[in-house]
């Protein structure tokens, strides 16, 4: 079993972005910006957010935080927004999920200029990225294409079964994987709630991407020997740590394991290549490669 380590192969990549925009300001060009809208005080969205702004510095970038109380109007968001869309110093934007219930996501997300889109949430880049076009690719999904890739994970013709249909991740790394590329050409099988037989689907799988928010779901006995798991779960479990919780997997590590090739671990794997997917797009709206 080889350990697929994302927290390592992240500084890598962030290294490297780092020398590139040593390079550009070299050269003249303005520092990448990315901007984060942040609202409300959730615990999760807060780590996250932090985790972004750090990986800018890390990366050479410059970050701007916009922080919101969660009572903000739909409207006042907005505003935000379009003054972020005509700032010709922001690079790239994200406004971090979930929102307060008021607020409806699809209003927000189609607000984003779709070419400062980092998050590759808006649906001129899901498009674009359904029928194989230069957009801006969701963050989780091309992290796990990322690391497949790295660690030479073969994946044409491969069977890969993704648990989960959420926007974010089970969607579009359903649509990365089956595209004709490479990592791609899978067949894929995506389960979800309504799915009756999820257990014989998974067994018959060489790779699984689970995405689902539900802690250690996949067990051993839902795992052919020699598969590649990616977990990309993370909820937070009560525990007996410093901050009284820890963070839970989709996937029953401990008894997972040994029958696999490859496996991800959390924290330590997709978490770290979201992030780094997030720089690269932030790169890629600075220097205008896509749009
Ligand atoms: N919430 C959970 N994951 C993400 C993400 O990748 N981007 C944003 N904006 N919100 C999230």
Same mark, same amino acid.
């Given at each position: 079993?080889?350990?697929?380590? /994302?927290k390592?192969?992240?500084?890598?990549?962030?290294?490297?972005?780092?020398?590139?925009?040593?390079?550009?300001?070299?050269?003249?060009?303005?520092?990448?910006?990315?901007?984060a809208?942040l609202v409300g005080h959730d615990g999760g969205s807060e780590t996250y957010v932090a985790n972004k702004v750090k990986a800018c510095?890390?990366? /050479?970038?410059?970050? %701007?935080l916009?922080r919101?109380?969660?009572?903000?109007?739909?409207?006042?968001?907005?505003?935000?927004?379009?003054?972020?869309?005509?700032?010709?110093?922001?690079?790239?934007?994200i406004?971090q999920l979930p929102?307060?219930?008021?607020?409806?996501?699809?209003?927000?997300?189609?607000?984003?200029?779709?070419?400062?889109?980092?998050?590759?949430?808006?649906?001129?880049?899901? /498009?674009?990225?359904?029928?194989?076009?230069?957009?801006?690719?969701?963050?989780t999904?091309?992290?796990?294409?990322?690391?497949?890739?790295?660690?030479?994970?073969?994946?044409?013709?491969?069977?890969?079964?993704?648990?989960?249909?959420?926007?974010?991740?089970?969607?579009?790394?359903?649509?990365?994987?089956?595209?004709?590329?490479?990592?791609?050409?899978?067949?894929?099988?995506?389960?979800?709630?309504?799915?009756?037989?999820?257990?014989?689907?998974?067994?018959?799988?060489?790779?699984?991407?689970?995405?689902?928010?539900?802690?250690?779901?996949?067990?051993?006995?839902?795992?052919?020997?020699?598969?590649?798991?990616?977990?990309?779960g993370t909820t937070r479990v009560?525990a007996?740590t410093p901050k009284g919780f820890k963070l839970s997997?989709?996937?029953?590590?401990?008894?997972?394991?040994?029958?696999?090739?490859?496996?991800?671990?959390v924290p330590g794997?997709v978490g770290p290549?979201t992030i780094?997917?997030l720089?690269?797009?932030?790169?890629?709206?600075? %220097?205008?490669?896509?749009?």
């Open positions: 079993m080889q350990l697929i380590d /994302g390592s192969t992240a500084q890598k990549i962030k290294q490297q972005i780092a020398q590139q925009v040593d390079e550009m300001i070299a050269k003249g060009a303005r520092r990448p910006h990315l901007a809208i510095k890390e990366c /050479g970038f410059k970050s %701007t916009i919101f109380e969660d009572n903000i109007s739909e409207d006042t968001l907005l505003q935000s927004i379009h003054s972020l869309n005509n700032d010709s110093e922001v690079d790239g934007f406004v929102l307060p219930k008021h607020i409806n996501e699809q209003h927000i997300i189609e607000a984003i200029d779709y070419r400062k889109d980092v998050d590759g949430f808006h649906p001129i880049n899901v /498009g674009r990225m359904m029928i194989g076009l230069p957009c801006f690719k969701s963050a999904p091309a992290g796990i294409l990322t690391l497949l890739e790295t660690y030479n994970i073969p994946t044409r013709g491969a069977n890969c079964v993704v648990l989960g249909r959420s926007n974010i991740v089970g969607k579009p790394v359903a649509v990365m994987l089956m595209q004709k590329a490479i990592p791609g050409n899978c067949t894929v099988t995506v389960c979800h709630s309504a799915t009756p037989n999820i257990k014989e689907i998974c067994r018959n799988a060489d790779i699984i991407i689970a995405a689902l928010g539900s802690p250690k779901f996949l067990t051993a006995d839902m795992v052919k020997e020699g598969a590649t798991i990616i977990d990309v009560p007996n997997g989709d996937v029953d590590f401990e008894n997972v394991a040994h029958k696999c090739a490859y496996i991800s671990p794997g290549m780094v997917s720089m690269q797009n932030t790169l890629l709206a600075a %220097t205008h490669a896509i749009y």
